[in-house]
Structures are given as structure tokens and as C-alpha cells.
């Protein structure tokens, strides 16, 4: 059975469910910011061999469909998103918050819709996907235990996250953060900034105190390196949010986790 996720945060929650029985593989490679990634031959490839692919859903795999058109072959798809709802203020111009597995809680969800879908494929495997599943969803939990007792050192007042671009919601909405702005006010890192909004940003943050600007690392440092400039905060550019490292800091979905709250809480206690 081939099964193919579209992230390696994904390929791993996968992983975690599907066990020996299959080999997970990720579309996108480590490292690659899926709002501007240039798909390669080799993934029509990868997507017509698979037997089940595993989206976000939510409109963020925006590079994936050409490559499903082009694909051929039958597969299932599954978007572990499903049954989950977007936040209702992240509904602006720029369409859905996608990035729910910041959240731990959703991911939960995620897992429910991945085993389903490894059965639906292969039925033979539902007593290990159901086992690993609920192995998987206790960790989660101890994940998000985990996160709440982190965010419980820094003080209130200072639970505040500014970003590149639009994708901490879900987890500002579970841990207490207030998210004062977002350098691209955007859920997608390829759209722009002007000027007026970067002003804008700049007397958020000052009025606000926040103390730090938050980047994931694919992102383009320049921007946060000039308002930080203007406004004194800190820089923190090394946040993992949507692609896992090859080792440390960020092998697994969950190291990602705990290796970004570490970042966000070192920088705001």
C-alpha cells in the first residue's frame, strides 16, 4: 500500500497510525514552504502510485491540484480537516485559516480521519490503525497538557504573538495568546504587505508592548528585521510551522510542537 501525505507533519501523524504497514512519504520535501512551492515532475510520479493520499484540506494544498490532474489512477484522498469548522473571524478576503494542526486538540480529529481512511484502503489493518490511533491521540493529549503548562510561565500580559504571516490563530485560540498582527496580513506567505499596513503593524506592536516578532523558518526575515528595528523587539526566527526537520529540532509532528512553544515561551516569560 502507498500512501502519500502532503506535508511531513502530516506524512508523520500518518506514520504514527499506519505503522509497519505501510511507508509514508511526503509530497512536499523538508524545508519547503508550501505557499510557494514549485511542484516537480517526480510528485506526478509519487501521486499516481499512491493508493491513498492524506490532505490539510481547507485550500492549503493550492500546489497539489495540478499535480492531481495530471496524476491519473485511482486513490483515496482523505482531508483530515473533515468535520472540523474554521474559525470564524480567520474567514477574511484572503478564505479559511488552514493551519488547524497548531492546535493539538484538532489533530485529534486529523487521526480520526487518517485511520479511517488507511481501513477504508486496507481493511485488513483496522485493529493496528484503531490501536495505534489511540496510542497516538494519548500523546496528543499529553501534548497539549504539555503546552498549557509552558504557556502557564509566561505572564498574561505577555502572551502576545506577532508573525509573518497569518497562521498561529488555533493556537492563540487554545493557549491564551492574543495575536496583535502579522507582517503579510494573509493566511499564504506569497501575498504582499504595504506600506500603510506595515505602519499600521508598527504602532500595533508599540501599543501593545509585544515583546518579540515570531518567523517560521522558510519565511523572509527582512521585513521583521526592519519594524524590529523601529519598534525594539526581539526577532525569533526559527519557528517550524509547517515542515519538519531531517533530526532535531523538528523530526516529528510533536517535536515541532514542543520545539516552537520553547521558542515562543523563551522569548516572551
Known amino acids: 500500500m502507498r500512501v502519500l501525505a502532503s506535508t511531513t507533519f502530516l506524512a508523520d501523524i500518518t506514520q504514527n497510525i499506519a505503522g509497519s504497514r505501510a511507508q509514508v512519504d511526503s509530497v512536499l520535501p523538508v524545508g519547503a514552504d508550501p505557499h510557494a512551492y514549485q511542484a516537480a515532475p517526480a510528485d506526478v510520479a509519487k501521486i499516481a502510485e499512491s493508493d491513498l493520499l492524506i490532505l490539510n484540506g481547507l485550500e492549503y494544498e493550492h500546489f497539489i491540484e495540478p499535480l492531481l490532474e495530471n496524476a491519473g489512477g485511482e486513490r483515496v484522498i482523505i482531508e483530515a480537516t473533515t468535520g ?3 474559525r470564524e473571524d480567520a474567514g477574511n478576503e484572503h478564505g479559511v485559516d488552514p493551519h488547524m494542526w497548531l492546535n493539538p486538540i484538532l ?6 480521519n487518517i485511520r479511517d481512511g488507511l481501513i477504508q484502503v486496507d481493511a485488513e489493518g483496522s485493529g493496528i490503525y484503531t490501536a495505534n490511533a489511540e496510542a497516538y491521540i494519548t500523546q496528543l493529549k499529553e501534548l497539549d497538557a504539555w503546552i498549557i503548562e509552558q504557556v502557564n510561565s509566561i505572564p498574561t500580559e505577555r ?3 506577532v508573525t ?8 492563540a485560540e487554545r493557549y491564551g495568546f492574543e495575536v496583535v498582527g502579522a507582517i503579510i496580513p494573509s493566511l499564504s506567505t ?7 499596513e506595515l505602519a499600521a503593524l508598527i504602532e500595533q506592536i508599540k501599543s501593545a508592548d509585544a515583546p518579540a516578532i515570531f518567523l517560521g523558518e522558510v519565511e523572509n526575515p527582512d521585513l521583521a528585521h526592519q519594524i524590529a528595528e523601529e519598534t525594539n523587539v526581539k526577532v525569533v526566527d526559527n519557528l517550524h510551522l509547517e515542515s519538519l526537520t531531517v533530526g532535531s529540532p523538528a523530526a516529528t509532528y510533536i517535536d515541532m510542537m514542543k520545539h516552537n512553544v520553547d521558542q515562543i515561551v523563551e522569548a516572551l516569560k
Open 107 to 112: 489533530v485529534i480529529t486529523y487521526v480520526e
Open 84 to 86: 472540523l469548522s474554521p
Open 164 to 171: 509573518n504571516h497569518e497562521a498561529v490563530g488555533y493556537f
Open 159 to 161: 502572551r502576545l504573538l
Open 190 to 196: 506569497d501575498a504582499g504587505t504595504s506600506a500603510r
